[in-house]
């Protein structure tokens, strides 16, 4: 259901691997979400640092759209950066299972964008 690794890179080497790789894979960077800034701004204390990168790769999203337009609530896909017990943890939910729970149709073409999201994941935390 989902796709972890931990890598021995600081939370920020990590975030710009992510970027490098991001870029290296024909994909874009739409947005970083800070979620512990987010959450501090609201009085609430996370304790951990933790980003959500939404990436994209628009041919990609375009087929995905002329399949099931309906699907773009769950668009774009999402990165997700943590710390974790002093540890720096990379995450995705696998396009491959939550697509194709909306849509069978998106199966094969999720299967084929799930290997760059995982080939851009674990680039990072080389």
């Known amino acids: 259901m989902k796709y972890q690794l931990t890598t021995n890179k600081s ?6 691997a992510l970027q490098e790789s991001i870029v290296k894979n024909k994909f874009g960077l739409q947005h970083t979400h800070n979620v512990h800034e987010k959450l501090k701004a609201k009085d609430v204390e996370l304790g951990r640092r933790c980003l959500i990168l939404d990436i ?5 999203a375009k087929e995905i759209l ?3 337009p309906s699907v773009s609530s769950v668009l774009p896909c999402s990165i997700s950066l943590y710390e974790d017990e002093g540890k720096t943890n990379i995450c995705v939910v696998k396009p491959s299972f939550l697509f194709p729970q909306l849509n069978e149709k998106l199966k094969p073409l999720m299967q084929r964008v ?3 999201i995982f080939k851009i994941i674990d680039e990072a935390a080389a």
């Open 114 to 116: 799930e290997k760059t």
């Open 66 to 68: 002329d399949i099931d």
């Open 56 to 60: 994209c790769q628009p041919y990609i």
């Open 11 to 16: 939370f920020d080497e990590t975030y710009e």
